[in-house]
Nanobody, 124 residues
Framework: QVQLVESGGGLVQPGGSLKLSCAASGTIFSIYAMGWYRQAPGKQRELVAVISSGSGGRTNYADSVKGRFTISRDNAKNTVYLQMNSLKLEGTAIYYC????????????????WGQGTQVTVSS
């Protein structure tokens, strides 16, 4: 079993930066691939970024955030991060941390474990 708790959300102006954290417990963190997904009001949950298990040598990003967001992991702290730069209005959403045993998944439908989410609001 994996328990995930997100933090770091809040209000930020367009063009600003925010760093989200996701702390995992209840398992051996390093053997899980991790990811971030987001869901805006009235829209489906979508992939933001994923990172492979172990040392996190593989990453994948949604085209909409590529070059602006960075996912990373610190296995010693059982934590995955999402650094968000150059935030846009359309970045407003609830951001969810997710995990899968060993292998990266792309679709939210295939995610094994979810956090409760943290709200990110981009507004001037």
């Amino acid at each position: 079993q994996v328990q995930l708790v997100e933090s770091g959300g809040g209000l930020v102006q367009p063009g600003g930066s925010l760093k989200l954290s996701c702390a995992a417990s209840g398992t051996i963190f390093s053997i899980y691939a991790m990811g971030w997904y987001r869901q805006a009001p009235g829209k489906q949950r979508e992939l933001v970024a994923v990172i492979s298990s172990g040392s996190g040598g593989r990453t994948n990003y949604a085209d909409s955030v590529k070059g602006r967001f960075t996912i990373s992991r610190d296995n010693a702290k059982n934590t995955v991060y999402l650094q968000m730069n150059s935030l846009k209005l359309e970045g407003t959403a609830i951001y969810y941390c997710a995990s899968n045993y060993y292998y990266i998944v792309q679709s939210p439908n295939n995610v094994q474990y979810w956090g409760q989410g943290t709200q990110v609001t981009v507004s001037s």
